[in-house]
């Protein structure tokens, strides 16, 4: 119930492309949803994050989708450039607590020119 | 403002070895936490601290120790290095106050860790 499944393992779009990630959960606890954005040889770094009181929420070119009943959530990432290219991380938590958090396998993103 | 600041970068142990990541941050977070990432598992909490002299175990803690004497430090321990403990090291540290739910994790740039 502590497992958040995260689709595709690898992505590959054109510049200019909508690349999308999915999420799931099962523990209907969790009431914070953030993604971390990771580059090669770096931290992760929050993106974007969302509480299950909104459908939607959006962050410049990046747009987290949530639905609440499904238990799922999704990263979209609008006219998507080459510097978009990274290693995304879904997570789940009960409150915005490190200790709580569950991670993701991670989605690797790969934008060509 | 250097953020979360971990030492070493690269590290090669032999079986048996001991060493000690250590991180420093410059926030004055009161959370901090110790993280490993394997490819395609996402991030596995190893250790936590709530603030100086306070810490507990996260999902992956046997093999490590770990100790917060100052707000600012927050080392990790392995005591004899398993193969098993090859992998990249994140440390982490956030606010939690009032606004928690504005409070990201801020994670330093990682110690990669191989063990032959």
């Known amino acids: 119930q502590q497992q958040v499944k995260q689709s595709p393992q690898s992505l590959i779009v054109q510049k200019g492309g909508i690349p999308i990630i999915n999420c799931a959960y099962e523990n209907t606890a969790f009431d914070y949803f953030p993604w971390y954005q990771q580059f090669p040889g770096k931290g992760p770094a929050l993106l974007i994050a969302?509480?299950?009181?909104?459908s939607e929420k959006k962050e410049g070119r990046f747009t987290i989708s949530f639905n609440k009943s499904a238990k799922q959530f999704s990263l979209h990432i609008m006219d998507s450039q080459p510097g978009d290219s990274a290693t995304y991380f879904c997570?789940?938590?009960?409150?915005?607590?490190?200790?709580?958090?569950?991670f993701g396998p991670g989605t690797r993103l790969s934008v060509l020119p | 403002n250097a953020g979360v600041t971990q030492t070493p970068k690269f590290r090669i142990l032999k079986i048996g070895q001991s060493m000690t990541l250590q991180c420093t941050q410059d926030m004055n977070h009161n959370y901090m936490y110790w993280y490993r990432q394997d490819p395609g598992m996402g991030l596995k909490l190893i250790y936590y601290?709530?603030?100086?002299?306070?810490?507990d175990k996260g999902e992956v803690p046997n093999g490590y120790n770990v100790s917060r004497s100052t707000t600012e430090d927050f080392p990790l321990r392995l005591e004899l290095a398993a193969p098993s403990q090859t992998s990249v090291y994140f440390c982490?540290?956030?606010?939690?106050?009032?606004?928690?739910?504005?409070?990201?994790?801020?994670f330093g740039n990682g110690t990669r860790l191989t063990v032959t």
């Open positions: 969302i509480r299950p009181d909104v």
């Open positions: 982490a540290s956030s606010f939690t106050g009032g606004q928690q739910y504005n409070s990201p994790l801020h």
């Open positions: 997570a789940a938590s009960i409150g915005n607590y490190g200790q709580n958090f569950v």
């Open positions: 601290s709530v603030g100086a002299g306070i810490t």
